[in-house]
């Protein structure tokens, strides 16, 4: 068994252009959580992340919803989530909360609750959140203890749970 494959040079030199020397060099290092950490720490690298290119997007909002214009939060507001009130959201891997800070437009939620391993990311969130005077998102969770959430919720998985019964449909 090879511990080095021509597939792993190219996914390294691939990285490289993308992300540069100093992201490599991250990752020589024994502390898993720094490296892991090291993944995810710069918001401003957007052209390694294929779902946000706006194509995929309306895909995604058409297979959900059934409208490329409408996201899967608007259409899960004024539906599924209609007529529930005091609803409290804990988001796991939320990133810089994009999904999170569309959601704390609606009245629904007493509470929105980010957990993420980057914590550069929920700063940049909490900023926009004081901006824009949003009231349900915390100014910073850095430990999860003995919070009572009535709607425990990981967006990804509610997107692609979605996405699976829209294809089931089709």
């Known amino acids: 068994m090879r511990l ?9 030199l691939a990285k490289g252009k993308q992300r540069g020397l100093r992201f490599l060099i991250s990752k020589l290092t024994f502390n898993k959580l720094s490296r892991t950490k090291s993944a995810f720490d710069k918001s401003s690298i957007s052209h ?26 608007k259409y899960m507001m ?4 209609k007529n529930k009130k005091n609803l409290r959201l804990l988001s796991i891997g939320s990133g810089s909360c994009s999904h999170e800070l569309n959601l704390a437009t609606y009245s629904n939620f007493d509470e929105i609750v980010c957990l993420d391993i980057a914590d550069n990311r929920l700063k940049e969130a909490q900023k926009i959140a ?8 915390p100014l910073y969770v850095p430990m999860l203890l003995n919070i009572h959430l009535s709607l425990i919720l990981t967006l990804y998985f509610f ?10 449909h089709i």
Do not use: A
């Open 78 to 81: 004024k539906g599924y989530l």
């Open 4 to 12: 080095v494959t021509s597939d792993d040079i190219i996914d390294v």
């Open 48 to 73: 390694s992340n294929w779902w946000i290119i706006p194509e995929i997007k309306e895909r995604w909002n058409k297979l959900i919803t059934g409208n490329p214009k409408v996201t899967y939060e």
């Open 130 to 137: 004081q901006k824009k005077i949003l009231k349900t998102f």
């Open 159 to 168: 997107t692609h749970l979605f996405i699976t019964l829209t294809i089931s």
